[in-house]
């Protein structure tokens, strides 16, 4: 009979945990035990499918798991990520906790898949942010001839700032009285707006998020050097972000070489028509991204305009943390 696991969920009942129970049935990943985590608010909720309730977190609560998915944010990750590993279960974390940590891999399977060939034993792994992600699979498959400088720009959905975000432009968004909406989750008012905003802003003036993208994409793609630079938008689409993106390589390349790249690539779907394209609409649901209106650019030197769209729940979270946890079982870390 096939090893079944005993698996930790960590925020079951946010909007990227929920994802993670949906992913877990329909691809009959094979659970012996699912042990749901969240807050006190959510003690003794049921989750049905794998009969099953919420528990808070306590010491000990990770003992016999072979694996704990965490998706609470960065407080809750820095404290019980590592006392998960602690107790011999690799700990698949969402949070930006550990993600620049030298010390811990930050994968995107289809990409950087090595790192997890490498481990011995139970650690944090840290899964990427959700436009980082999906920006990683169209520069993986151009790195061949040269990625020297991209430039991007998302339009990121509310579902990015979880139940709460998706809860406020929903409310908002019936209500057409504009001068009755107030700014909560988001620093505006969401719906009938876009806010030029993500995460804090540090010392440059650019915000965390753009500071992810820039970061993140250098470690996971090994390009240390790589000139990257991002600008971050929040726009009133409830999931699945995009991104207009400028990519600069060393070599002239035609149009049929850069397809024919991006068909090779696992987990992109190609849209080699440039007037046709995805969007977040589209995407909504889908495992793979898209890249979508490709076309050189007129005014820099072998630079390539892609508008890439990924839905921010299943490849921007929880399916990457997934597709990590079968590539474990596959390579028989657990
Ligand atoms: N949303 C995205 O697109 C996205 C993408 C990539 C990464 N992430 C990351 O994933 C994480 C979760 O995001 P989300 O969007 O799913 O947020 P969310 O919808 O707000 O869910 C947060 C989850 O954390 C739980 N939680 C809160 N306090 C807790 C505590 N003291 N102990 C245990 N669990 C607690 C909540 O439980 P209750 O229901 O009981 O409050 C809920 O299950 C964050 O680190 C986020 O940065 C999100």
Redesign the pocket.
């Known amino acids: 009979m096939s090893k079944k696991f005993k698996v930790g969920l ?8 929920e994802k993670f129970i949906q992913l877990l049935t329909e691809n009959n990943f094979p659970i012996e035990e699912l042990r749901p ?6 003690l003794g909720q049921k989750i049905d499918a794998y009969n099953c309730e ?1 528990q ?2 306590k010491d000990g609560c990770f003992d016999g798991l072979d694996m704990v998915f ?5 407080e ?2 820095l404290e019980w990520a590592p006392k998960a590993a602690a107790a011999g279960a690799y700990a698949i974390d ?3 906790a550990f993600r620049m940590n030298p010390e811990h891999s930050l994968v995107v399977p289809e990409v950087n898949s090595d790192c997890l060939e490498k481990m011995n034993s139970a650690e944090v792994i840290a ?1 990427p ?2 436009s980082t992600i999906q920006l990683m699979l169209p520069l993986n498959a151009l790195k061949p001839f040269g990625v020297s400088k991209v430039r991007v720009a998302s339009y990121q959905a509310a ?7 998706i809860a406020e432009l929903t409310e908002q968004a019936p209500n057409l009285n504009l001068s009755e909406h107030q700014a909560g989750v988001f620093t505006k008012p969401l719906a009938y707006n876009c806010i030029p905003h993500i995460g804090g802003f540090n010392d440059d003036d650019f915000t965390s998020e753009e500071f992810k993208i820039m970061n993140e994409s250098k470690k996971i793609l090994s390009l240390p050097d790589l000139k990257i630079s991002a600008f971050t938008v929040r726009i009133p689409t409830l999931n699945t972000h995009a991104e207009a993106v400028w990519v600069t390589l060393d070599k002239d390349v035609s149009r049929d070489e850069v397809i024919a790249a991006f068909k090779k690539q696992d987990g992109l779907t190609t849209f080699e028509n440039p007037r046709e394209y995805d969007t977040p609409r589209d995407s909504n649901g889908k495992y793979n991204v898209s890249v979508s209106r490709i076309h050189k650019d007129l005014a820099e030197e072998n630079t390539w305009i892609l508008w890439v769209v990924g839905d ?2 299943l490849k ?2 929880a399916l990457n943390g997934f597709q990590i946890a079968q590539k474990l079982v596959q390579l028989n870390k657990v």
């Open positions: 960590v925020g079951a009942t946010g909007v990227v945990g985590f969240a807050s006190e608010r959510s919420i808070t977190l965490f998706s609470s944010g960065d809750i990750s969402n949070s930006a899964n942010n959700c579902s990015g700032a979880g139940k709460q975000g921010n729940l921007g979270a």
